[in-house]
């Protein structure tokens, strides 16, 4: 297979390019507005799918190189919805197995009538719980990353459908490689870093820190090649 000449990626844009636009205080207040009424006024279903289609089309913004935030309105409701059932999908279906081996070794016995202190049972039971573990600590690792690279071939190609292909991703990571991790592992360290100073802001400051996040994702995978998606 033919090498593919890798996009060299600036992160220091990627993290700060969303600064200097005078677009980005209104945003964050709105952005905010947003989040507050989820809390208050809106009901959680309506807020998210906006605010998680309106990070689709910050991406798809960067990924075309225009550097510009975007207003924010209630059209990007139809995008957001599907990726919010998908996500909330997955995450039921995983909590439901990994709940099913957390407990469901001291449920087997019990239903088969074993004694439940017995060293068997006692060892089924730690066994079953570890493999839930495992599977808990591979989807907290694994999904979010994922989802962030569901967002990047969904903006590029704009059919829900192409998320759902595996070569999609084979093709990210070909023309990207370790720059995926790079990017994945900076977006992480830096919205944890703002989420905690914004926490430690009487938690006012998490506010903005959340929409700078959503300007940040935008920035560095907006940047990741998806030469070859469809």
């Known amino acids: 297979m033919e090498d593919q000449k890798q996009v060299q990626l600036d992160y220091a844009k990627g993290l700060s390019w969303y600064i200097k636009d005078p677009k980005f205080w209104p945003t964050v207040l709105t952005l905010s507005l947003y989040t507050l009424s989820c809390i208050f006024i809106i009901p ?12 689709v089309a910050m991406i798809r913004q960067i990924q075309q190189g225009n550097y510009e935030i ?8 139809n995008d957001g919805i599907k990726l919010f059932l998908l996500s909330s999908a997955v995450s039921l279906a995983l909590g439901v197995v990994i709940t099913i081996f957390s407990f469901g070794g ?11 202190h017995s060293g068997a049972a006692v060892g089924i039971t730690i066994i079953m719980q570890l493999i839930g573990y495992v599977f808990q600590m591979v989807f907290s690792l694994v999904f979010p990353f994922l989802i962030v690279l569901a967002y990047a071939i969904y903006a590029k190609t704009g059919d829900f459908g192409s998320i759902f292909s595996i070569e999609n991703y084979k093709t990210m990571w070909r023309t990207n490689q370790w720059n995926l991790v790079i990017a994945y592992l900076l977006y992480t360290v830096v919205v944890s870093a703002l989420a905690t ?5 009487c938690c006012i400051g998490i506010l903005p820190a959340m929409a700078a996040s959503t300007f940040i994702m935008a920035g560095v995978f907006g940047q990741l090649s998806a030469e070859g998606v469809a």
């Open 44 to 55: 959680i279903f309506f807020v998210v799918p906006v605010m998680a289609g309106y990070s």
């Open 70 to 77: 975007l207003e924010v309105n209630n059209s990007y409701w």
């Open 106 to 116: 001291v449920l087997l016995i019990s239903l088969l009538g074993g004694d439940r």
């Open 197 to 201: 100073v914004g926490m430690f802001a």
